[in-house]
């Protein structure tokens, strides 16, 4: 069914997935989604105006805006007027249809900054590269908190044991990695290689899998033969997360990582939903009831068990208090998916119920740009993100920066970090706020002071209601225009300013302009 809603003159909507297109959206944008086939990082069936109104369905749909309209292909799509404000239609919406859970994430998810392989191993990382990793984040200073071993600490996926050959004694580096005050987390992603023993074992019921062969163990085609479906690093057989003996068997590999090496948690990828279609399986159709939207979600409720955990590719997932990072953003300042990209992202991602939310490493993790020597590293563009990310509820390195920049840009990184684990009381605090009324934690201008003409804004943002931050986002700029919202604002110098106008500032390399309300 078709559904037309027009865009008012001057009204600004925010919602559908983040990263697919820069929110607000208005009568003019060019924008086009299609959640039947594609969900992209988080994905919420909603879109809620700076007028108070918002769209939501409960199903996926096709969207996109056509000579000043909401043109949309679904079902049982509804338009509701909520109030006057952005603020209203998101809590309107919020409270109808994703109420917060109210679950109490770990402290040190927020109190310092994060640390994760990806950027400084990619595929290869090794025990002894991983031990001198964490001790250079000590020694230049660093605090220490989550720290993620991302992919390649496994043999064949779905094995979920260490490579002995790269990690000889995985233990001793976890312990070694707790005693330096790190908390562990490991990658895993639902997929199990066809040729690995893990895989081999458990469609065997001769050799030890009678429990998972007879009950049918994952994903199958209509025949009956185990899918092997296509994803980024090949085609694999994929777990069924709603299956409860797929949640089993998953849940013992992944507690055997926890009791056997000390592992405190997952950083879980994947399980796109579409990963889960028929057009991603080798030979033959799914044989399941689930939708691949379903079969996602199923994923991310499993990993939700663990206190410590990540996602970044979540369908539906509002108002469930889970760790949800901007997928991978490319090297670059402007054009989408770069440095532009992290606060209007992260806005949207408040307004559509997913509030614990963590910018992606710093410097960017879409490691392919830095391939066959296509693309030098920006210091400064490197710098301007870990200032960008240091007051967001989350700031994740990957890079080591005594070795990537310069002695004075990497000493600017780590100011960015002592900064946001400064503010970690007020972070926290912040947290458990919104834990208990799902508001979002950081916030548009617009969202705290409406109708003002600052929905336009995507380069500032509110930490909460008191803390206004404006960073540099533009290539050798040194002063910015920051917008004020009412009220007295004071930087971190003392100087104070009216609020509802516009000041020019200055704002050299080694300078984050935010502010409090006095």
């Known amino acids: 069914m078709t559904y037309l809603f027009p865009i008012e003159e001057g009204e600004f909507w925010w919602g559908g997935s983040t990263g697919a297109a820069v929110c607000p959206l208005t009568r003019d944008s060019a924008y086009r989604e299609n959640f039947l086939d594609e969900c992209s990082n988080q994905t919420m069936p909603l879109y809620v105006s700076s007028k108070g109104r918002c769209i939501w369905s409960e199903n996926p749909f096709a969207v996109e805006i056509v000579d000043g309209a909401f043109v949309m292909e679904g079902a049982d799509i509804e338009l509701v007027q909520a109030g006057e404000t952005l603020r209203d239609a998101y809590l309107s919406a919020m409270r109808a249809h994703f109420p917060c859970d109210r679950r109490a994430l770990p402290d040190e998810f927020f ?24 001790r250079g984040y000590v020694a230049h200073g660093y605090r220490p ?27 001793k580096m976890v312990d070694e990695l707790h005693e330096m005050g790190f908390t562990v987390l490991l990658w895993v992603v639902p997929y199990v290689c066809p040729d690995g023993e893990k895989f081999i074992r458990s469609i065997r019921p ?12 994952y994903l199958r085609t209509r ?7 296509k994803w980024w690093n090949g085609y694999s057989a994929a777990l069924n997360l ?43 159709e799914l044989d399941t009831a689930l939708t691949p939207h379903e079969l996602n979600i199923a994923w991310n409720r499993f990993g939700s068990r663990y206190p410590f955990h990540e996602y970044k590719d979540t369908w539906k997932g509002g108002g469930h208090n889970t760790i949800q990072r901007l997928r991978d953003k490319n090297h670059r300042w402007r054009g989408g998916e770069g440095l532009d990209a992290l606060i209007p992202d992260t806005l949207a991602q408040g307004v559509t119920g997913y509030f614990d939310v963590c910018p992606d490493m710093i410097g960017g993790g879409e490691y392919s740009h830095f391939m066959y020597g296509n693309l030098k590293l920006d210091e400064e563009l490197f710098v301007r993100m870990a200032q960008c990310s240091a007051l967001f509820p989350m700031i994740q390195f990957s890079w080591a920066p005594w070795e990537a920049l310069s002695a004075e840009n990497a000493r600017l990184c780590a100011e960015a970090a002592a900064l ?15 834990e208990q009324t799902g508001e979002p934690i950081l916030r548009s201008l617009e969202y705290n002071d409406p109708h003002q003409g600052f929905a336009p804004i ?13 960073p540099v986002l533009e290539k050798s700029a040194r002063q910015r225009r920051v917008a004020f919202p009412k009220g007295r604002w ?5 100087r104070e300013y009216e609020g509802r106008q516009t000041r020019t500032l200055p704002a050299p390399l080694n300078t984050l302009l935010w502010f409090r309300r006095v």
């Open 206 to 217: 001769d050799i030890g899998g009678k429990k998972e062969a007879e009950k049918g163990l």
């Open 458 to 470: 995507t380069d500032e943002f509110m930490l909460g209601e008191n803390l206004l931050v404006a």
């Open 223 to 229: 025949t009956g033969e185990v899918a092997l479906l």
């Open 242 to 284: 709603a299956n409860p003996i797929d949640a089993e068997f998953l849940d013992e590999q992944l507690q055997a990582l926890m009791r056997d090496y000390g592992v405190d948690g997952f950083k879980f990828d994947g399980g796109t939903p579409h990963g889960y279609t028929n057009a991603n399986v080798v030979d033959g």
């Open 111 to 134: 109190r310092t900054a994060q640390y994760n392989t990806w950027m400084e191993f990619t595929y290869r990382p090794t025990q002894e590269g991983v031990l001198a990793f964490a």
């Open 420 to 434: 946001h684990a400064d503010m970690a009381a007020e972070i926290l605090a912040l947290v458990r706020e919104a």
């Open 145 to 171: 908190g989550i720290f993620i071993i991302d992919e390649g600490w496994h043999g064949r996926y779905g094995d979920w044991r260490f490579d002995e050959a790269r990690f000889p004694d995985p233990r």
């Open 490 to 494: 004071m930087d971190a110098n003392g």
